[in-house]
């Protein structure tokens, strides 16, 4: 054998070897079914809204500023919608799929105001998997009985939602500055 071919022969079993060891890490650093393990995890319930909601907003200022009149619980979660009373004495129905497809797919909607007053609202639970993140926020809301009436309805909504368990990293692991610092000063 000539010497380029000796070392080609070299060179490729150094790449196989560096190619079993590399697997043989990341198998390492893998579950059984080839997710990467959670060395410090906690089990977490998760809540989804099986259930839809009709959410009443009023335009209190021109433009973009609304408050949360009245929301109600409806029994399809795909009809959920926002009723919308304007300053002009006009109402708008929209429905929140189409609010939920448009600002995934375009990065924006045009009523952007009145999406974060919702995402603040029972209507959060159509936004969002987890009802247990949906709060109401008060200050959405026109009228402290507006607020109170959202709030018992949460439980409502709790109440008949789907459970499942989900495996979330836990507090050593989350958040800047946790564990051993890679800056290369103060810590």
Request: charged share 25%; net charge positive.
């Amino acid at each position: 054998m000539n010497k380029k071919t000796i070392n080609a022969f070299v060179l490729s079993r150094k790449m196989v070897a560096a190619g079993l060891i590399s697997t043989s890490l990341l198998v390492q650093s893998c579950g059984g079914d080839g997710s990467p393990r959670i060395k410090d995890s906690v089990e977490k319930t998760v809540y989804e809204s099986t259930k839809g909601v009709v959410t009443e907003v009023e335009e209190v200022e021109p433009g973009n500023e609304y408050k949360i009149i009245d929301e109600r619980i409806i029994d399809e979660k795909e009809k959920s919608i926002a009723i919308v009373h304007t300053l002009e004495g006009t109402t708008d129905t929209l429905s929140l799929r189409t609010m939920k497809d448009e600002s995934s797919s375009n990065g924006s909607y045009r009523h952007s105001g009145l999406r974060s007053i919702l995402l603040y609202s029972l209507a959060g639970s159509f936004f969002n998997r987890n009802l247990g993140s949906v709060s109401p926020n008060a200050n959405n809301y026109k009228t402290p009985g507006a607020y109170e009436k959202s709030t018992g309805l949460k439980n409502d909504l709790k109440s008949s939602a789907t459970t499942r368990r989900v495996r979330v990293p836990g507090s050593s692991s989350t958040g800047y500055g946790k564990g051993k610092s890679f800056r290369s000063f103060g810590g």
